[in-house]
């Protein structure tokens, strides 16, 4: 009897114990990144496997780019709200479809991961290419503070163009900093005082994104004219 007691006991803390570790895993992730609204987009390897009931789409929110990328940054709050928008421009009420959209990006664009990621464009290992990702240089503007990316269905061709104008959500003088502050990061040089403070300025940004979006911060138009580039080229 003494025995099974101990049993029970021990799978109650196997059970409390890998609930508390759950919790404190997803836990660093604010309740704030949920006001971002979610992406319902309809994935049909997810239902051809069973993850998915038929009709049943895939719902993507801020947290799960979080778990993606291994952090929320303005960035990737940046590119989770501007594929939202250009989503919703591409198919109105319809329900997105996952695979069947491309992308082009302007280099050196980390919102195009968080796009990729949504819009399930993801080679089979690193060091291969996906057609429906394509990198052109001529996306890039003449002014530098934008990012560019290209949306396209693919049953029928319609394209927007969406922009984040960074100039918007943060002036010289904090770019600036971002920049000093990161490499004193890489270089292991910056205090537990400084990583503090400069999270506190990240998350705000977020913040900011998601809760208070700055006027034309964001912008989505039409694009009928813009032709992808030849993968590889």
């Known amino acids: 009897m003494q025995g099974r007691s101990q049993n ?20 660093w992730l604010p309740d704030f990144y949920d006001q971002a609204g979610y992406i319902d987009i309809y994935d049909a390897d997810a239902v051809q496997v069973g993850s998915l009931v038929p009709g049943q789409p895939l719902r993507i929110g801020l947290k799960d780019v979080g ?14 709200v ?15 479809q996952r695979g069947q959209i491309r992308i082009a990006t302007m280099p050196d664009n980390d919102l195009a991961n968080v796009a990729a990621y949504i819009c ?13 990702l394509v990198i052109d240089p001529k ?21 927007v163009k969406a922009v984040f104008n960074k ?10 900093a971002i920049h000093a502050y990161k490499a004193k990061f890489a270089r292991g040089q910056a205090s537990i005082k400084e990583i503090k403070k400069m999270g506190a300025v990240f998350q705000n940004m977020v913040k900011k994104i998601v ?22 080229k």
């Open 67 to 80: 778990l993606f990328t291994g952090h929320v940054c303005p960035g990737a709050a940046s590119g989770f």
């Open 211 to 232: 809760l208070k979006t700055p006027a034309h911060l964001f912008s989505v138009k039409p694009c009928t004219k813009y032709v992808f580039p030849a993968q590889g």
């Open 8 to 27: 029970i006991v021990f799978v109650l803390f196997t059970i409390l114990l890998t609930a508390s570790l759950t919790f404190a895993q997803t836990n």
């Open 167 to 176: 100039s918007k959500l943060m002036n010289p003088k904090t770019i600036k």
């Open 139 to 159: 996306l890039k503007p003449q002014k530098p503070g934008k990012l560019v990316l290209i949306f396209k269905r693919k049953d029928n061709g319609r394209m």
């Open 82 to 96: 501007l594929t939202k928008m250009a989503l919703e421009a591409l198919y109105g009420d319809d329900l997105p």
């Open 120 to 132: 399930g464009i993801l080679p089979m290992n690193l060091l291969s290419k996906h057609p429906d």
